[in-house]
């Protein structure tokens, strides 16, 4: 009944597999193994309670093995309980100090954690040379980078984890986040895709839609609303300090640019469509077609153009233009005033942004 549970558990038939290996802990209450199995059922099912509860069961069945407190910490690091997730590491760690799992558990804690970022990294090296060839570690090693913007490190260990095992999805996804971190979307997408067709349950389906849209140029990014509201802010700084001969000339030289960056920015997405794969390129011609996403941009573009003219209506009605080019003591510290207001809130909301691989 045990072997039965594990093999619906590795076919991700979780409920299943639960309720075969209850079977299995109520025929033999005092077998670790079945405990344990419990608990990973539990865990990957999201019951966090109840995983914790069995893992620690488990520990007191077999308190020389560091599962079950490998198990616990990457529990209840899910669920925010660093210090205790941290605790549970440590102990995994001292009854195995040369297991790779146990340092890869703690890279995990420490990195998900945000604390300690060093330590998390040593710890990922630390298992990555106890088990070179364990694809499961190359993939905890490859996730400690990602969260700490080790893009490099994390594309070096996904493409580890599949050329030994080259149908992973968590793989492909990881090696996926890596590229379109670094700015290589449409390389992020055959990856994701491949995921998606290894597990159309998993987070793959998800990213390659996500990137689809950026490589659509459909997708909704913050930090083009900050381009936005920047531009907004110098065409206000222009109209401002500088005579109207050559606010029109730097206008004309604006809207030049941006007719060029459109262009350029069309022919680099018909090259890119031209070099995808089938599959790929209908994921991207989806995104282009969908409306969702452009009406939130339209919707961000209306946003954009109305703070823009709120801005000038501001500096009208608070600081009138005076006679000379240059802008009064109280046009300027209105102006200084609205940039501050606009970084600040772009700042706020660009430490809030999640690029597509972490949605």
Known sequence: MRERARALLDLGRAEEALEAAQRALIADPADPD??????????????????????????GLAPHSPIPHVLRARVLVSIGHRDEAERAADAAIALAPDGALAHATKAVVL???????????????????????????????????????????????AQAALALRPDDDEAMSLLGSALAEQGRSADALAHFAGA??????????DLARATARQLAGTGLDIRRIWLVLIASLGAVWTL???PRSITVIAFLAVFVGAVTWWWSARSARHARLEAMSEE????????????????????????????FIGALYLLQIVAPPGDGATATPTQSAVIVSIAAAIVAACWWRLRQFRSPTEE
């Open 196 to 205: 998606a067709r290894s597990d159309p349950r998993g987070p793959g389906p």
């Open 280 to 307: 790929e390129r209908r994921l991207v011609q989806q995104a282009m077609t969908d409306p969702s996403p452009i009406l939130v941009m339209v919707l961000w573009t209306v946003l954009g153009v109305a703070g």
């Open 34 to 59: 079945s405990e344990l199995l419990v608990a990973r059922c539990h865990a990957v099912l999201g019951h966090a309670q109840d995983a914790i509860r069995h893992a620690t069961r488990a520990s």
């Open 240 to 242: 401002a300090l500088l």
């Open 111 to 157: 990195a998900a954690a945000e604390r300690r970022p060093d330590d998390a990294w040593a710890a990922a090296v630390r298992a990555v040379e106890l088990a070179p060839d364990d694809p499961d570690i190359r993939i905890d090693a490859g996730r400690v980078a990602l969260a700490l913007r080790r893009w490099a490190g994390a594309e070096e260990h």
